[in-house]
């Protein structure tokens, strides 16, 4: 963005137990707000062919009714001229035919229930799903047929009817039936696989898990599997294409450095297993619960080892703990964005950590010249994809290191595995973190919450300095030049000594004891600020 079977059994059982509670607990407010409906779980029983690209589905959706209703909708995108998009040919409930309509993008359907009612419905529909649009049935690098969900924001609606917001989690079945000669991967664990008549499997994987529809898949090809074992009590697998094999299973292989890592960082992983799969994907990534689709070319691409810390990071930050909504988008790339760098900086240390801050930076500053939105932007409303940028990835990673900067280490991972606890399986706002990070530092954390989540652009920063040799003291003036003030730390090397002057005024003027004239000044030695500075010495000094 985006393995020991009787282990297995036995985890299955207890985070069935879990995920009842979960379900409890959720339940008011994993959905979208002010709907009338919450999705609890969904059956996806779907028929794939190698004669062409149409679909059949049978939805079986468990819905819980928020209000009392006389007819609700779901999504799902109907077939148009160009022939793209799904027919719903019935629906029913408890066997009996229950009266819809089908518009453009919602089957609405008629059905009265009422408050904290459960209602089961059975959609039957068929067609081909949009190029490269929710499910991408195409073929790969190889020539080879194959069919991957390709979900986010909001394109599961192209092939699975569903309430296709990330605020409405539940829990799910796919159950696929295809050709024998393809292997099917989805969320969840494979509970069965069986041989059929006419060369036809059916395979079907459970997920115990919430889930938002961003992250529900199939991936469905010919695949060469490599059983990792358990990394961090979890499950591994590698899902690459047969001709890619040896290179796949290698270069995927660092999956099992990464997630005991953020299992110990972060809190337990909330998923049966953890798959990587090579696929055919509109992103470099993406992370779909427990079953995480790559590019092709990924199997030999350098960053590989920082592409998957970006997309394990997702299990926890955007999976799990998911954002209310998409304006919150940051609470999901901004955190996978800003592990992946701390993931880096303990494996290669502190100074790949300031190389890579210092490209974010640069990226940030490079996006501001073009867009000057916040990074809570509430103005992407009919197109998402234009919240892929670095607002949302790397000023998000940038606000997460000021934080832990300002808070310490010690506060600052103990708010971050509070904010997963209390918020996996369920969703958050910007407003939700803030409240959790406070509780956890004993600090309020509103100004900064507002200066750079919600508020467009950085610090822009004068730093003019003279050197007072009578008084043998450097006096600085710091002056803010852009529209909104900031409440920053300024870090300043000055004659190889650091200091720190917090400024929240447009002026700031300090003096600091100096023997002898500094060479220079530099300004954030440490890459701690999302800011430019512009230094200026008078060149003279006061006699």
């Given at each position: 963005?985006?393995?020991?079977?009787?282990k297995?059994a036995?985890?299955?059982?207890?985070?069935?137990?879990?995920?009842?509670?979960?379900?409890?607990?959720?339940?008011?407010?994993?959905?979208?707000?002010?709907?009338?409906?919450d999705?609890?779980?969904?059956?996806?029983?779907?028929?794939?062919?190698?004669?062409?690209?149409n679909?059949?589905?049978?939805?079986?959706?468990?819905?819980?009714?928020?209000?009392d209703?006389?007819?609700?909708q779901?999504?799902?995108?109907?077939k148009?001229?160009?022939?793209?998009?799904?027919?719903?040919?019935?629906?029913?409930?408890?066997?009996?035919?229950v009266?819809?309509?089908?518009?453009?993008?919602?089957?609405?359907?008629e059905?009265?229930?009422?408050?904290?009612?459960?209602?089961?419905?059975?959609i039957?529909?068929?067609?081909?799903?949009?190029?490269?649009?929710?499910?991408?049935?195409?073929?790969?690098?190889?020539g080879?047929?194959?069919?991957?969900?390709?979900n986010w924001?909001?394109?599961?609606h192209?092939w699975?009817p569903?309430?296709d917001?990330?605020?409405?989690?539940?829990?799910?079945?796919?159950?696929?039936?295809?050709?024998?000669?393809?292997?099917?991967?989805?969320?969840?664990?494979?509970?069965?696989?069986?041989?059929?008549?006419?060369?036809?499997?059916?395979?079907?994987?459970?997920e115990?898990?919430?889930l938002?529809?961003?992250?529900m898949?199939?991936?469905?090809a010919?695949?060469?599997?490599?059983?990792?074992?358990?990394?961090g009590?979890?499950p591994?697998y590698?899902?690459?294409?047969?001709?890619n094999k040896?290179?796949?299973?290698?270069?995927?292989?660092?999956?099992?450095?990464?997630?005991?890592?953020y299992i110990?960082k972060?809190?337990p992983?909330?998923?049966?297993?953890?798959?990587?799969?090579?696929?055919?994907?509109?992103?470099?990534?993406?992370?779909n619960?427990?079953?995480?689709?790559?590019?092709?070319?990924?199997?030999?691409?350098r960053?590989?080892?920082?592409?998957?810390?970006?997309?394990?990071?997702?299990?926890w930050?955007?999976d799990?703990?998911?954002?209310?909504?998409?304006?919150?988008?940051?609470?999901s790339?901004?955190f996978?964005?800003?592990?992946?760098?701390?993931?880096?900086?303990?494996?290669?240390?502190?100074?790949?950590?300031?190389?890579?801050?210092?490209?974010?930076?640069?990226?940030?500053?490079?996006?501001?010249r073009?867009?000057?939105?916040?990074?809570?932007?509430t103005t992407?409303?009919?197109?998402l994809?234009?919240?892929?940028?670095?607002n949302?990835?790397?000023?998000?990673?940038?606000?997460?290191?000021?934080l832990?900067?300002?808070l310490?280490d010690?506060m600052?991972?103990?708010?971050?595995?509070?904010?997963?606890?209390?918020?996996?399986?369920?969703?958050?706002?910007?407003?939700?973190?803030?409240?959790?990070?406070?509780?956890?530092?004993?600090?309020?954390?509103?100004?900064?919450?507002?200066q750079?989540?919600?508020?467009?652009?950085?610090?822009?920063?004068?730093?003019?300095?003279?050197?007072?040799?009578d008084?043998?003291?450097?006096?600085?003036?710091?002056?803010?030049?852009?529209?909104?003030?900031?409440?920053?730390p300024?870090e300043?090397?000055?004659?190889?000594?650091k200091?720190?002057?917090?400024?929240k005024?447009?002026?700031?003027?300090?003096?600091?004891?100096?023997?002898?004239?500094?060479a220079?000044?530099?300004?954030?030695?440490?890459?701690?600020?999302?800011?430019?500075?512009?230094?200026?010495?008078?060149?003279?000094?006061?006699?």
């Amino acid at each position: 963005m985006k393995h020991n079977f009787d282990k297995i059994a036995m985890r299955k059982i207890s985070l069935y137990s879990a995920v009842i509670l979960i379900t409890f607990f959720f339940s008011a407010q994993a959905q979208v707000p002010g709907s009338s409906i919450d999705v609890q779980h969904y059956t996806f029983a779907l028929q794939l062919n190698d004669e062409n690209n149409n679909i059949k589905g049978d939805a079986t959706i468990d819905i819980k009714f928020l209000k009392d209703v006389s007819t609700f909708q779901l999504n799902l995108v109907r077939k148009n001229s160009k022939g793209y998009g799904m027919l719903v040919s019935s629906v029913k409930e408890k066997g009996k035919e229950v009266h819809f309509m089908q518009d453009s993008d919602v089957v609405n359907i008629e059905s009265i229930a009422k408050t904290n009612s459960i209602h089961s419905f059975t959609i039957s529909y068929a067609g081909v799903p949009p190029p490269r649009d929710g499910l991408i049935i195409s073929t790969n690098k190889f020539g080879k047929r194959t069919f991957f969900g390709d979900n986010w924001p909001n394109r599961a609606h192209n092939w699975l009817p569903c309430v296709d917001n990330p605020a409405d989690k539940a829990t799910l079945d796919f159950i696929v039936t295809a050709p024998t000669h393809y292997q099917v991967i989805s969320n969840g664990l494979k509970v069965e696989e069986k041989e059929l008549t006419n060369n036809l499997k059916l395979t079907h994987w459970k997920e115990t898990a919430l889930l938002p529809p961003k992250v529900m898949v199939i991936g469905v090809a010919e695949f060469a599997i490599d059983n990792l074992g358990d990394a961090g009590g979890i499950p591994l697998y590698t899902y690459v294409f047969p001709e890619n094999k040896d290179i796949g299973f290698k270069s995927y292989a660092v999956a099992k450095e990464i997630l005991p890592f953020y299992i110990k960082k972060f809190g337990p992983y909330a998923f049966e297993k953890l798959a990587n799969v090579q696929s055919k994907t509109i992103f470099g990534g993406m992370e779909n619960s427990g079953a995480i689709f790559y590019a092709e070319n990924s199997v030999n691409g350098r960053g590989i080892e920082s592409l998957m810390a970006h997309e394990i990071a997702h299990q926890w930050f955007g999976d799990a703990a998911s954002e209310k909504s998409f304006s919150n988008l940051w609470l999901s790339e901004g955190f996978a964005t800003y592990m992946t760098n701390y993931y880096m900086e303990n494996k290669y240390g502190v100074d790949t950590l300031k190389t890579l801050l210092i490209k974010d930076r640069q990226t940030v500053l490079s996006f501001e010249r073009r867009r000057m939105t916040p990074v809570v932007d509430t103005t992407a409303k009919n197109d998402l994809m234009v919240l892929l940028n670095a607002n949302s990835y790397q000023k998000g990673g940038w606000v997460l290191h000021m934080l832990r900067r300002k808070l310490g280490d010690e506060m600052f991972w103990k708010g971050i595995r509070s904010y997963y606890a209390k918020y996996n399986g369920g969703n958050a706002n910007t407003d939700d973190f803030r409240k959790v990070m406070e509780q956890a530092s004993g600090q309020n954390l509103e100004v900064f919450f507002k200066q750079w989540l919600f508020t467009a652009g950085h610090p822009q920063l004068n730093v003019n300095w003279i050197y007072n040799a009578d008084k043998k003291r450097v006096e600085l003036t710091i002056e803010q030049k852009q529209k909104s003030l900031y409440d920053v730390p300024v870090e300043l090397s000055i004659g190889g000594e650091k200091h720190t002057v917090q400024i929240k005024d447009k002026i700031t003027t300090v003096q600091f004891p100096a023997a002898t004239k500094p060479a220079s000044i530099i300004t954030d030695p440490d890459v701690n600020l999302l800011a430019t500075f512009t230094v200026t010495n008078t060149d003279q000094a006061i006699k």
